[in-house]
């Protein structure tokens, strides 16, 4: 069944409602799909209504920023138990935090002289606010022609308006997925997860790794197929789609896996 397990929408920094995103998956032939907004379960159940009308299999996910020894590693959560308290107040304090980042990007850009277009922040938003909801205020105040282009000059390290935010360690977050009954594999490990961090995300009981993603060329999956194996791990793969990514229309439909874990899990 072919399964795209990394997907998000409005309520992190997606372009389509959860609605609307399984309609694309509808027309994309997908049969199986995940939503990983970052740090929020809001979206789950408007996807996973318009997945039960559109006979598509839906798996809870969330994609979880954590840092350890200055790497930044996203871990994806799956099929856990979206009411356990302990995984709301988790997920809850991580929006907290991306509040006040946004809120401090955007006092720090209006300090430099970066002309922004409407700032409004919702603070009861149910969803994840993120750099790319800063991206677009920058391309809509004229400061940068697209969201890549704010990103270069403005919203990552080494760019002198650059504003960190604290994260929880890979170990927080997997204990409090494992403690909500779900799983966790470690999403696109090529993008900037050293061997050394891969290593400690396993002793720290990591059960799966994202092997196909966009950003991973053949070498990078037939190299994370392999470590799985050696550690008997799961594989997952998704498309990442944000629909507004370069690639995402391609990707989707072309980049997945089939979720194939004991019957346990397949809520
Ligand atoms: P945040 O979660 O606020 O740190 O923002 C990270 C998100 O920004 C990622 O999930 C991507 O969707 C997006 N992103 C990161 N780097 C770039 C970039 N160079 N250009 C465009 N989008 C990016
Ligand atoms: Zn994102
Ligand atoms: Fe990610
Ligand atoms: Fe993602």
Excluded at 29 to 53: P, Q, R
Aim: aromatic share 6%; hydrophobic share 40%.
């Amino acid at each position: 069944m072919f399964s795209d397990l990394h997907m998000h929408s409005t309520f992190s920094d997606g372009a389509l409602a959860p609605s609307e995103l399984v309609d694309r998956v509808v027309r994309a032939g997908i049969s199986c799909m995940s939503l990983t907004d970052h740090d929020t379960v809001g979206g789950l159940s408007e996807a996973e209504e318009a997945c039960k009308v559109a006979g598509i299999r839906f798996i809870p996910g969330v994609e979880i920023s954590t840092m350890i020894d200055q790497s930044e590693v996203h871990l994806l959560g799956y099929a856990y138990d979206r009411g356990v308290k302990e995984l709301g107040l988790f997920l809850e304090e991580q929006r907290q935090r991306r509040r006040s980042r946004i809120t401090e990007f955007i006092s720090t850009l209006k300090g430099a002289g970066v002309s922004m277009g409407d700032v409004t922040i919702d603070e009861n938003r149910a969803g994840a606010l993120g750099r790319p909801h800063v991206a677009r205020m920058i391309v809509d105040g004229g400061s940068a022609a697209s969201v890549a282009e704010a990103f270069e000059k403005y919203l990552v390290p080494g760019t002198p308006t650059f504003v960190p935010r604290l994260m929880p360690t890979p170990s927080e977050a997997i204990d409090v997925i494992h403690a909500s009954g779900g799983v966790v594999s470690v999403a696109h490990p090529g993008d900037f997860t050293p061997h050394r961090v891969m290593m400690l995300l396993i002793d720290a009981g990591l059960d799966g790794i994202e092997v196909n993603h966009p950003s991973h060329d053949t070498r990078l999956v037939a190299y994370y197929s392999e470590l799985a194996d050696k550690h008997g791990l799961f594989r997952t793969g998704g498309s990442d789609f944000h629909g507004w990514r370069e690639g995402d229309e391609e990707n989707l439909g072309r980049i997945g896996m089939d979720w194939d874990l004991p019957s346990k899990f397949n809520s």
